[in-house]
């Protein structure tokens, strides 16, 4: 039996004036949260505009579900939660009204779980979604979206109008869809707190361009940042693998993205500390080494 | 249509329910004050009736269209299973449906007063049927710009060009001497002149209203 992939990009380009994606491919199996990370403006929108079907691609193939994009877009949709941060819902409106509107269309629909997040997120189905500040109104748009219970769910930057609080809550409700193994996130964030952690896989885009991708695991076993002593006059072993060399002094700090014992009998007893790196450290890192070899 | 759309329209026409009897009863007071008789109150009535019948329009084609994309409540829309062309679908019927209600009781009013109403002459009905039938086709081109027009400055060009079309329509159409001629007489005159007006008119209709769905079949980005 073969499985279908909820997410499946391939070479995918998708040109603007100003910016061009390029070259993008992806995937994203049931069960598993990816998280999208990009600094603003390198392409994590765009990318996930194409998934939901609001941008055709110039070139090459996105699928969702199975679904070919956009040209399947309704029927892909119905198993989609996709949610954004500049997503409004009708101001005149109810919660209760929405809710009400979005159970009617969707089977699949889980009342007790809609009244659950409705206590826990602090909402009242008679409030009016035009009373309510910007972070309510996400967590309205969020509580539509978990409550459908979808295969899939696609994330722009939902968490950017929480509180502390707020946050802790949602991502906590992100982590219970996975429950069902059947079902998957895409998460996009440019907040490397939030992404490390809930994600299994991590996906770094810049500029357009995916710069890496892997297991969340894979990025902080083989990321390390080594601080070296050396003294005057005596030369560093040639290290493969180094993102970025800092020199002060006698003192060398060494980023490198391939770590593993051998690199550490290579530099001998140069070396002073060995620090894990946080997913923030890596993102920049890899960033960083990506716009320097691209000049 | 599936449920999703009809439920969309119906979402439409509830979101306006207000805004389409308000119209009404404003509509019909300006008929009223017109039925009172006088020069005077018949062009306050008929303006009244007239700003009612267009001002209508802008406003449920603002709202409808142009303040939910503002405001990014077309982005939650189209995260239901909904395509961009029966989102366009959807709208272009839906605010038809709000506009017609208004426009079919106000301008059925009207030429009901010409017709009950001996102090106005039937030779006038030509001239308000085919007024009546204007303001449907420029309530199409506002609804047609207001689907593809980003910027709030091309959506007030549009709205001044809506409101100006309406009076150079009204001298228009009273230079045409197959109109004019008869507009005083005691008996409507269905004359050839008539109808080839009421066809171009019914013309542009279809072709304004066909226009989105030109646009959004030949689209690739919505947003």
Redesign the interface.
């Known amino acids: 039996m073969t499985t279908t992939k909820h997410i499946e990009m391939r070479n995918v380009r998708k040109g603007f004036r100003f910016f061009t994606l390029e070259d993008l491919s992806l995937d994203l199996e049931a069960g598993q949260i990816m998280g999208f990370v990009g600094p603003n403006g390198a392409g994590k929108s765009t990318t996930i ?1 194409l998934l ?5 691609p110039d070139a090459g193939e996105v699928r969702v579900l199975g679904h070919p994009m ?1 040209e399947a ?3 892909a ?2 198993d ?5 941060d ?8 109810t919660v209760g009204w929405h809710l009400r ?2 159970a ?2 969707y089977p699949g629909w889980d009342e007790s779980y809609a009244r659950t997040l409705l206590k826990r997120f602090n909402l009242r189905a008679e409030q009016t979604v035009k009373g309510m500040s910007s972070g309510e109104q996400m967590k309205a ?1 969020l509580l539509l ?1 978990l409550s459908r219970r979808p295969r899939l769910l696609i994330l722009d930057e939902p968490t950017a109008n929480f509180d502390p609080v707020a946050r802790h809550e949602v991502l906590s409700e992100f982590t219970d869809v996975l429950r069902d193994e059947s079902r998957s996130i895409l998460f996009s964030s440019h907040n490397t707190l939030d992404v490390e952690r809930i994600s299994d896989r991590i996906a770094f885009i810049d500029r357009g361009r995916l710069i890496d991708c892997r297991d969340k695991e894979d990025f902080l076993e083989c990321w390390r940042r080594i601080q070296l002593q050396v003294p005057s006059g005596a030369t560093l072993p040639e290290i493969p693998d180094v993102v970025s060399r800092v020199i002060d002094g006698q003192f060398v700090t060494l980023t490198t993205n391939r770590f593993s014992g051998e690199t550490l009998s290579r530099l001998g007893d140069s070396v002073r500390e060995v620090h894990r790196m946080s997913l923030e450290e890596i993102f920049v890192a890899n960033v960083m080494h990506h716009r320097e070899a691209c000049g | 249509m599936n449920p999703l759309t009809r439920k969309l329209i119906a979402r439409e026409f509830f979101m306006h329910r207000w805004m389409i009897g308000g119209s009404v009863l404003a509509g019909l007071a300006g008929l009223a004050l017109v039925a009172r008789g006088g020069l005077m109150n018949f062009n306050i009535g008929f303006l009244f009736w007239l700003t009612t019948i267009v001002a209508f329009g802008v406003v449920v084609a603002m709202f409808g269209i142009a303040t939910e994309r503002k405001e990014r409540v077309v982005n939650w829309v189209l995260s239901l299973p909904v395509a961009h062309g029966t989102y366009v679908r959807i709208k272009v019927f839906a605010l038809l449906l709000c506009y017609s209600v208004v426009w079919l009781v106000l301008s059925a009013a009207a030429i009901g007063l010409i017709l009950a109403l001996p102090d106005l002459p039937d030779g006038m009905l030509p001239y308000a049927v085919l007024l009546s039938a204007f303001l449907l086709g420029n309530y199409a081109f506002v609804v047609s710009s207001a689907l593809h027009l980003r910027s709030e400055g091309g959506m007030t060009l549009v709205v001044v060009v809506h409101n100006i079309a309406i009076t150079l329509f009204m001298f228009a159409i009273a230079a045409i001497d197959g109109i004019s001629h008869f507009m005083r007489g005691p008996v409507a005159t269905w004359n050839s002149a008539f109808w080839t007006v009421l066809v171009i008119e019914f013309a542009v209709f279809l072709f304004l209203m066909a226009l989105p769905f030109l646009i959004a079949a030949r689209r690739r980005d919505f947003i």
């Not at chain 1, 500049?86 to 409106?93: D, G, K, S, W």
């Open positions: 505009r939901t079907g609001l941008l055709a956009p877009q309704a029927a949709k119905q989609i939660g996709y949610v954004a500049e997503m409004r819902l009708f101001p005149n409106a509107f979005v009617s269309i748009v979206a």
